[in-house]
């Protein structure tokens, strides 16, 4: 079997990955979730800590079927999670985030937008110099 690009998160693959200790992933990922996951590891992250123990502890217990709810939108990706679902608070709604390989050292954040990008039409009238001759009807 060819694995594909999108199997392989620098050259390793996910059964690799999920055997992985965090601090070997933290070698794999560039400086800024390194820093993050380090300040996790450290203790004076306590937010993305317990995030990481509510995981493992669900995952033990076999309760992670439905999915794990969260507010921590800082969380980085860690490779444990590969496979698991996630729902993310945007401000409003939960929204679902699943866990994929090519998703590894980002932020939970990114894949839950806060804010909704509203396309706007055309201007009304009177809104405009040349919209002062367009008929109203």
Do not use: C
Request: charged share 35%; net charge positive.
């Amino acid at each position: 079997m060819v694995k594909l690009a999108r199997d392989i998160f620098r050259g390793l693959s996910e059964e690799q990955l999920k055997d992985m200790p965090i601090e070997d992933f933290m070698k794999l990922v560039k400086a800024r979730p390194r820093r993050a996951i380090k300040r996790m590891l450290e203790g004076t992250n306590v937010q993305f800590r317990m995030l990481v123990d509510k995981v493992r502890k669900k995952v033990k217990e076999g309760k992670v079927k439905k999915g794990i709810r969260t507010h921590v939108r800082d969380a980085v990706i860690l490779p444990e999670w590969l496979g698991l679902t996630f729902f993310v608070y945007s401000g409003k709604e939960w929204k679902q985030v699943e866990i994929t390989i090519d998703k590894l050292g980002h932020r939970l954040g990114e894949y839950s937008y806060s804010t909704k990008f509203d396309r706007h039409s055309n201007p009304g009238i009177g809104a405009t110099r040349g919209s002062k001759f367009v008929s109203a009807k």
